[in-house]
């Protein structure tokens, strides 16, 4: 159903910047609210301003987060700045000097705010920038950019009146949480997590929500119920999602149909996608030639060092038609960006203790070569 599609892939809906969506979203959602709460225990937030669908994760992974924060100060300023809005009315405007007055006063963390730093100037500008492409606040004179030059810069932002939707409501109190499996444990507490409805929720939260879900063992209460009740999740998956879902001895695996691009799924249009492909048929040719060897549960254990020798292959083999970015990268460098790009896919797990690399299942389940009549670019010959 085109509607779960949407409601997964935004944010949220506003009015005002797409009404014809938002009406028609509004008017189609009873027919998808009884799976949304039976199957995943979600709610729909339906305001005269949003409609917003609360995702919840079935388990907290790593890739997780705002794709372009970095460092937690960005987060940091991201709650002060939603604490700003609430004093704000809708359309009210204000400034970006205001704004910065304001972090600097009530910012918690050991470091000061101290906006002579570049650093600093820079976590606002991602932040406001974050709060510009959802529609939380509006640019109506000036550019953030500014900042990034000179402190003194200004700009005139518009609240836009929804930001009291961003964060959803927890059970608990925040004050008294210390990790993030108490976060993770907020909405089901006191409640045994492996039993009924709750167990029900976290697994389709987790296949739909997550790159992959993998075996833990005979015990893995999970994993237990997918093989159980494979065939309902199935035609579930089918009449709402419009996609498979593949069930191995070690995983399971939403599989979007190829006319689905959300964003941020795999594979992508980067080229970084392209050559995760790639580096998974290598780890498949280095398992047919014995050179690593795949355990019972078919996860393999390498170190670093193999794997980086597999991505100089890998650069060797197929970067004839790789960006020029990537073409020139150095291979250090080359490394890290494969490494963290496959870990946030479930391609790979990291044991920085071992300094070793655990290529996950996922990693055979996908990959991609050139057609044999590919013709190299920059030699204008055929790449066998």
């Known amino acids: 159903m085109k509607e779960l599609d ?4 935004n944010y949220w809906i506003i009015k ?9 979203m509004r008017d189609l959602i009873p027919k998808i609210r009884p799976f949304l709460l039976e199957k995943l225990g979600y709610q729909i937030v339906i305001t005269p301003e949003i409609i917003k669908l609360e995702k919840i994760p079935g388990k907290l992974e790593d890739w997780m987060g705002i794709e372009t924060f970095q460092d937690k100060m960005e987060y940091s300023f991201l709650c ?3 604490m700003f809005l609430e004093d704000k009315g809708k359309e009210e405007q204000f400034l970006l ?12 963390g050991e ?3 101290d906006w002579t730093l570049y650093r600093h100037r820079r ?8 709060a510009l492409d959802i529609g939380m606040i509006k640019l109506n004179d000036g550019d953030e950019q500014g900042f990034a030059s000179s402190q003194d810069s200004e700009a005139l932002y518009e609240n836009v009146g929804i930001s009291k939707y961003f964060l959803r409501n927890f059970v608990g109190n925040l ?11 907020d909405e089901w507490l006191d409640m045994d997590q492996d039993k009924g409805l709750i167990r029900r929720n976290r697994v389709y939260r987790r296949i739909i929500m997550s790159p992959a879900v993998y075996n833990e063992g005979a015990d893995d209460p999970d994993y237990l119920y997918i093989k159980n009740y494979r065939n309902m999740i199935s035609k579930d998956i089918e009449k709402y999602l419009k996609s498979d879902l593949h069930v191995h001895k070690n995983g399971a695996f939403l599989i979007l149909n190829s006319d689905k691009n959300y964003k941020e799924s795999f594979p992508e249009n980067k080229t970084i996608s392209d050559i995760v492909l790639q580096m998974n048929s290598i780890i498949i040719d280095r398992v047919k030639d014995g050179s690593i060897e795949k355990r019972e549960d078919d996860i393999i254990t390498i170190s670093i060092h193999f794997f980086e020798n597999m991505v100089e292959e890998l650069r060797d083999k197929y970067s004839s038609g790789w960006s020029k970015e990537y073409r020139e990268m150095k291979l250090e460098k080359l490394c890290k960006e494969l490494v963290e790009y496959m870990k946030n896919y479930s391609f790979i797990e990291i044991n920085h203790s071992y300094n070793e ?3 996950m299942p996922l990693s055979g389940k996908i990959i991609g070569k050139y057609p044999k009549d590919f013709i190299n670019p920059s030699e204008g010959r055929e790449n066998q």
């Open 357 to 359: 690399l655990r290529i």
């Open 111 to 113: 470091e000061k705010v």
């Open 97 to 108: 000097s205001e704004l910065t007055e304001y972090i600097e006063g009530v910012f918690p």
């Open 175 to 185: 004050l008294e949480y210390n990790s993030l499996k108490d976060l993770e444990d």
């Open 16 to 24: 005002d910047q797409n009404k014809e969506l938002y009406y028609k």
């Open 6 to 9: 949407i409601l997964l892939e």
């Open 80 to 82: 002060i700045l939603l």
């Open 123 to 130: 976590y606002l500008i991602k932040v406001l920038r974050f």
